[in-house]
């Protein structure tokens, strides 16, 4: 499974960015974490393969939205991003089996993609 984050820039406080993560071939869970420097992966959220249900962390509840095409690409919208969204947001997928996993914690996951950088400056 190759997935590829794309959508990342400088923008300033208040602004609005869109990232994409598209995967190819069957039924993913997939999920967006972000990593600063020094810090661990953060979840920041998660959608399962049919759209159905979806999780945000607290950090972004309200002003992040992720949802998912026919075609399985997913999208993290962000709104009224702050200088604290700063990082490397990262996508993830795993075969969405039916099976319990923690879907805020990076070692449910299979696949990763490579990062896409998201910068706000104030």
């Known amino acids: 499974v190759q997935l590829q984050a794309s959508g990342g820039g400088l923008v300033q406080a208040g602004d609005s960015l869109r990232l994409s993560c598209a995967a190819s071939?069957?039924?993913?869970?997939m999920g967006w974490f972000r990593q600063t420097p020094g810090r661990q992966r953060e979840f920041v959220a998660h959608?399962?393969?049919?759209?159905?249900?979806r999780h945000h962390s607290h950090s972004v509840r309200g002003r992040f939205t992720i949802s998912r095409d026919a075609k399985n690409t997913v999208y993290l919208q962000m709104n009224s991003l702050k200088p604290e969204d700063t990082a490397v947001y990262y996508c993830?997928?795993?075969?969405?089996?039916?099976?319990?996993?923690?879907?805020?914690?990076?070692?449910?996951?299979?696949?990763w993609g490579k990062g896409t950088l998201v910068t706000v400056s104030s």
């Open positions: 071939g069957h039924r993913y869970a």
């Open positions: 993830a997928a795993k075969h969405d089996d039916a099976r319990t996993y923690d879907y805020s914690e990076p070692g449910s996951y299979e696949y």
């Open positions: 959608i399962t393969w049919s759209g159905g249900n």
